[in-house]
């Protein structure tokens, strides 16, 4: 959507005021996406609008971002390349990955099988026949599997762990001594892999990669192995001890956790060579404890406005805003809190457009309190709000 890119330039540009430096007028942020029409829709909007010149927008493959950027004649010049930094919010668990089990003398991997459900009267769903569908599923053309997507549902998947040649694997021999270390069924996300070593290309040498995302860091249940959809891409977890024993393991980069993580995102920084000031602020802002420091005073003002002691949460609302001032998903909560609970329509009012200041069009549910709160303060308009 843009946001994080915008309210990272919003910040460096008031730190570099406030400290008289001169980063922000030196600075170019290329925001990447494989959807042209994500990118298309963020100059729509105007998300950016407020930087000029700041940055740009680039389709990119994520399993190969060296080649689009080095042919690019934004990036031609002495010193365009490396980047400074990456950012990877939510980005790698969309790669492919790879399901494996692994014994003493063997690695086998999933393969999966349509067939058409029991009882299934094909004449009721298309004209296609059998033989039609067939043809469809054994093709490599993405028309032909498109054609397919209406009918899933009359699909049975059928399972089978099959024997797998570990050099047919990406780094075969990494993940069947892994996998052979660990219990049970491992994730191998060899698109996240992939996608960093050529990533760690792009970067100077003590510039760095952060990544945010979700995943787990030990043995993965049968629940942390289920894969979520988001409108058209599917997304699983990250196997972040196995990210972290390969470039371990291939020295490429000094892998950095925090002290201890949240629990529910992990964040991971990559950089050739770090220095002591980046270990030491990566390592002080993404703990738990930071998270806690954050999300704390939003999480107990939720549970007094539950228990209606709302002079209580009124004043967690307002700690919680004063640490995260920027962050429109509380304005949201907030300004309900004063529509609803407290009845002050006036401040709701206020506190819905100080949200839509932060997310002008991405959140419907942002527009919905703010159409709240003037209905109940009263006002009426024929005018667009927006």
């Not at 393969?111 to 059998?130: A, F, G, I, K, P």
């Not at 990544?211 to 043995?219: M, Q, T």
Request: charged share 20%; hydrophobic share 40%; with cysteine.
């Amino acid at each position: 959507m843009g946001l994080f890119a915008r309210l990272f330039l919003d910040t460096l540009r008031d730190l570099c005021a406030c400290q008289g430096k001169d980063y922000y007028d030196r600075i170019c942020y290329v925001i990447g996406d494989y959807s042209e029409q994500m990118l298309i829709d963020i100059a729509r909007r105007g998300v950016l609008a407020n930087h000029p010149g700041r940055y740009l927008l680039r389709v990119i493959n994520a399993l190969d971002p060296y080649a689009p950027l080095a042919a690019d004649p934004a990036f031609t010049a002495p010193h365009a390349l490396p980047f400074r930094a990456v950012f990877l919010n939510y980005v790698l668990d969309c790669l492919p990955p790879m399901i494996l089990q692994a014994e003493e003398h063997e690695v086998r991997q999933p393969h999966v099988r349509l067939c058409l459900s029991r009882n299934v009267d094909l004449h009721e769903c298309t004209d296609l026949t059998r033989e039609d569908l067939a043809r469809l599923a054994a093709s490599s053309s993405p028309g032909h599997r498109d054609q397919l997507l209406p009918f899933f549902g009359l699909f049975t998947a059928e399972y089978q762990y099959r024997p797998v040649e570990v050099d047919q694997l990406p780094h075969g021999e990494f993940v069947s001594r892994f996998a052979r270390s660990q219990k049970g069924n491992v994730v191998y996300n060899w698109g996240a892999v992939e996608s960093l070593e050529r990533l760690l290309v792009l970067l100077w040498d003590r510039g760095f990669a952060l990544i945010n995302d979700y995943g787990y860091v030990s043995d993965a249940t049968d629940h942390e192995l289920e894969h979520q959809r988001f409108s058209n891409s599917t997304a699983i977890g990250l196997n972040f001890a196995l990210l972290q024993a390969y470039f371990a393991e291939s020295r490429r980069c000094v892998w950095v956790e925090p002290g201890e993580d949240s629990g529910h995102i992990y964040s991971r920084l990559l950089s050739p060579q770090p220095s002591a000031a980046l270990v030491t602020s990566f390592k002080k802002h993404f703990t738990k404890a930071a998270g806690e420091f954050l999300d704390g005073p939003a999480q107990k003002a939720s549970e007094l406005a539950g228990q209606l002691r709302y002079e209580a949460a009124t004043s967690a609302y307002r700690l919680a805003l004063e640490r995260q001032p920027w962050n429109w998903l509380l304005m949201l909560e907030v300004a309900n809190f004063l529509n609803y609970a407290v009845r002050d329509p006036g401040t709701a009012l206020k506190m819905a457009q100080a949200g839509l200041q932060q997310n002008p069009c991405c959140s419907a549910e942002l527009w919905n309190a703010y159409g709240d709160a003037l209905y109940s303060h009263g006002k009426r308009t024929s005018k667009p709000i927006y």
